[in-house]
């Protein structure tokens, strides 16, 4: 509450087209998704689903600019009040704790099928009887033969959690340490090492994409560990490779904030965009920290 | 977009109505727009759903296979419930917190008035995606609104897929639509309008917004993993590979428990300003009102697997969740009393928002009564998958989430269309909704006792007379929401004009505006005592 007396009025946008072409965008994107999977999936030679997968996402790039732009110059405008600004961080951190939710979906599946489901199926505990579906079958973590191999192939081994995971950790951690320094920089208005410490940071999070590219090809290639290489290689790429894809639009924010740095925007009091990216950034690297301890190490 | 900034600078009084024709509900970032699109939309997915029901129930009049093939009778049940659950109670209640929350809390609009009609516009696009499944090869989804795996992955429609990304979209507007209403609550409140003074609408809003961020994104994650298991031969769900049909139950119930607590907490919001209104006494016990809902929402995380009893969970775990799911009666409770303390030597009056209510206290305690002896892990072994499950769901949704939806819809509707509806239509739609329901859904308790199952097109002999009874109550219900729709045109075209505020025991900042409140309302925000 802005105060009784000084209340700046709160911006109440006109109308806006954006939201439509979100949905429209949206809309044809997993239209198109849908198709190809399907067609890939009743093993048509050629399907229409790319193409409208590829029109959507072009509706949805334009979305962006044009949505982003528009709200961009309002801040600039100076249309936003204090007021606002904490409707856009209360909308931050809840959207930030909704994407914790979804990584808490795939942690619960993981936790479940090491305590629970996996020891079941290999005869122990309360509900061992599960045994008598593929008796012989023994579970152990990581799993490294699946109760049926016919279809679900075992991996042959898993990746060590002390070569490329403990790079990638050590790197991401940096980039959070980075990202905190420039904005400290922000804070007090020094614009170079602003630029030095969050170019660092995009080239950390680059680095840690390229090394986990590398060491997804490895574990295809020379170890068999794949997504249908049974449980263990189901929760190993879902998790990190949702991981991946958040690191990437984190990469994909933090290099917009340094354009729109270069371009001169924002200041030490004003730079919600920034701070909101910066956010998003923490919170992967967190994510990441759950994922070595409870995927890779233990 | 430079029309936008040329319109900040004059947002102090600078009040310029809607805009004209369709662009103004499609472009619009009013709050009361987009309301009333929500409302409307709900309404289409009512009778839409509605008469997904009443296929089912044609289908149960009698025994035997008459009208449909079994096939389709599985589809029409799972796009039944979908439809209902998704698209009429949830949008029902967005669209109310959409006019109603700014009102009540003097806000000049949502807190992100773009986003907000991004919230809405998702809904009919994943809706057209959903209901288009039903004309793919191979039919729509027939697993049940609860898709269980595998039959949901190993041995669904191809149109799954598509199911799956219309979920998504779902639940992006759902969480999108409950960050707004979480910012507006916390930051547009008008200067004295503190968290304990604010209505019990709002509270349970607030309460439920938080449900859903936490919960759709878990939803969201459940069809994931099955677009992977189905498309990239992950093995979530299949034991196989290591994994467990049993997970993808887990996962979907810890969305889908809460997930009733969404469709009931606004209703209780809801119920909790009207009956004061029509008691003419204040609520009894607002400050156990906000704290039986806030555990209420909590212990809602913690019960999912009752409804995983017969599936085979440890010992243990059939106890934990057995008397945790007890716990919560203890919060309703809480509740129903206070309803009834509120009412105890009130003066009462009868207007449709209060028959409503007063049928939501009574009915939607026996279902929470049901919901009890399905809580009893052993007494479940008998009751589940039977039509005493549907019974006790019903008794919750269609006199809980439904009637309140009702109740709040007269209860506002002089302030949205600035004329009074017909009282007389409204209280017939009041009794025949009532004794439809009960008629259609009370004779389900007796059949489900005596095991009849639930999702099957066929029944024994025995069941047949309840049936028939069941089937001409539902036939009457879903007749009588035509003349919902016919009371609610007709008080939008006319009607005895409206004052600001048209009932005499009614308080709060959306009584102080005038009736049908103008297109921008509290843009210099009151001041709250
Ligand atoms: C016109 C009033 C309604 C009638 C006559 C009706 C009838 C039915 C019937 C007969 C079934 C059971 C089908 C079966 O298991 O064989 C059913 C299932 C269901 N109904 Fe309704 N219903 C009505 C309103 C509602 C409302 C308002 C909601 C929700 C807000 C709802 C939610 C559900 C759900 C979730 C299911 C379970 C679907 C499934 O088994 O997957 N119904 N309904
Ligand atoms: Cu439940």
């Not at chain 2, 129930?57 to 449909?68: C, D, H, K, S, T």
């Not at chain 2, 209505?199 to 759709?216: E, G, H, K, S």
């Not at chain 2, 129903?336 to 209060?354: I, L, R």
């Amino acid at each position: 509450m802005a105060g009784a007396k000084t209340h700046d009025p709160y911006y109440v946008p006109a109308q806006s087209k954006w939201p439509i072409i979100a949905t429209v965008g949206m809309f044809v994107t997993v239209f198109g998704v849908g198709t190809w999977f399907n067609d890939m999936k009743a093993g048509h030679e050629s399907s229409h689903g790319p193409l409208i997968f590829f029109c959507g996402g072009l509706v949805l790039a334009y979305m962006l600019f044009g949505w982003f732009g528009a709200v961009i110059k309002e801040s600039r405008g100076g249309l936003y009040s204090p007021q606002m600004d904490r409707s856009f961080r209360w909308g931050m951190s809840w959207f930030i704790f909704s994407e914790v939710m979804f990584f808490a979906a795939f942690f619960g599946a993981l936790f479940y099928v090491r305590h629970f489901a996996g020891p079941w199926l290999g005869g122990e505990g309360d509900k061992g009887v599960a045994n008598m579906l593929w008796p012989g079958f023994e579970f152990s973590w990581p799993l490294l033969n699946t109760p049926d191999p016919q279809k679900y192939p075992a991996p042959e081994g898993i990746i060590s959690p002390w070569g490329l995971p403990l790079l990638n950790t050590i790197l991401l951690v940096s980039s959070s340490v980075t990202l905190t320094l420039a904005h400290h920089a922000m804070r007090k208005n020094h614009r170079t090492p602003l630029k030095v410490w969050l170019a660092l940071t995009i080239i950390l999070g680059l680095a840690f994409l390229g090394f986990q590219a590398e060491e997804y090809i490895h574990a295809y290639n020379e170890l068999g560990l794949t997504l249908g290489s049974g449980i263990y290689g189901a929760t190993f790429f879902m998790l990190t490779g949702f991981h991946g894809a958040h690191v990437t639009l984190g990469v994909l924010m933090l290099s917009i904030m340094f354009i729109r740095i270069l371009k001169g925007h924002f200041n030490a009091d004003q730079h919600f965009g920034f701070e909101a990216a910066s956010w998003y950034w923490h919170f992967v690297d967190v994510v990441w920290i759950g994922l070595f301890v409870f995927v890779y190490v233990l | 977009m430079s029309a936008v900034i040329d319109h900040g600078h004059a947002g102090h009084d600078h009040h310029h109505g809607p805009a004209k024709g369709l662009m103004r509900w499609v472009l619009t970032t009013n709050h009361k727009d987009i309301g009333t699109m929500y409302l409307w939309f709900s309404f289409a997915m009512f009778l839409l759903g509605g008469s997904f029901a009443m296929v089912i129930r044609a289908e149960l009049f009698q025994p035997g296979l008459q009208i449909v093939q079994p096939e389709f009778f599985n589809q029409m049940t799972t796009m039944h419930g979908l439809v209902m659950v998704f698209g009429a109670v949830m949008p029902a209640f967005v669209g109310l917190a959409n006019w109603m929350i700014p009102l009540m809390v003097g806000a000049p609009d949502m807190a992100l008035p773009r986003m907000n009609n991004f919230s809405f516009w998702l809904l009919p696009a994943a809706f057209t995606l959903l209901v288009s499944t039903l004309f793919m090869e191979g039919g729509g989804p027939n697993f049940g609104w609860t898709f269980y795996a595998p039959l949901s992955t190993t041995y669904a429609p191809a149109s799954v897929t598509f199911f799956i990304f219309a979920i998504h979209l779902m639940g992006f507007s759902s969480i999108m639509g409950a960050i707004n209403v979480i910012a507006t609550i916390l930051n547009l409140r008008a200067p004295g309008m503190t968290l304990m003074k604010m209505p019990l609408f709002v509270w349970t809003w607030l309460i439920t917004a938080f449900l859903l961020i936490a919960v759709m994104p878990v939803l969201a994650g459940v069809v994931t993993m099955m677009l992977m298991d189905i498309h990239f031969g992950t093995s979530f769900f299949s034991a196989a590979g290591g994994g467990d049909p049993v997970l993808f139950q887990h996962v979907f119930w810890f969305f889908g428990h809460p997930e009733v607590y969404i469709m009931i907490l606004p209703a209780f919001g809801a119920v909790s300003s009207i009956i004061p209104t029509f008691a003419r006494k204040p609520l009894f016990g607002y400050t156990s009102m906000v704290y039986a809902t806030a555990s209420i929402a909590l212990l809602s995380f913690l019960v999912w697997a009752h409804h995983m009893f017969t599936v085979g969970i440890p010992l243990t775990g059939e106890l934990f969740f057995m008397y945790a799911t007890m716990l919560i009666a203890v919060p309703t409770g809480v509740k129903v009393f206070n309803w009834a303390s509120t009412m105890w030597q009130g003066s009462m009056t009868f207007e449709a928002p209060m028959l409503f209510s007063v049928a939501f206290v009574i009915l939607f305690t026996i279902g929470g009564f049901s919901g009890l002896m399905l809580a009893i892990a052993p007494a479940d072994f008998q009751y589940h998958d039977t039509y005493f499950v549907v019974a006790h769901f019903h008794y919750v949704l269609v006199p809980g989430a439904i009637f309140g939806i009702f109740a709040s819809a007269y209860y506002w509707l002089p302030k949205w269309t600035g004329h009074m509806y017909d009282e007389t239509l409204a209280k017939l739609h009041f009794w025949m909704s009532f004794i439809g329901m009960n008629m259609a859904f009370f004779p389900m308790h007796f059949v489900g006792l005596a095991g009849m199952p639930r999702r099957i097109p066929d029944y024994n002999m025995m069941f047949a007379n309840f049936n028939m009874i069941s089937s001409i109550g539902a036939f009457a219900f879903g007749a009588t929401q035509l003349l919902f729709l016919f009371i609610v045109i007709k008080c939008i075209r006319g009607g005895k004009p409206a004052p600001a505020k048209p009932w005499d025991g009614a308080d709060g900042l959306e009584w102080t505006v005038p009736s049908p409140a103008p297109y921008h309302t509290f843009s210099t925000p009151p001041e709250v005592k």
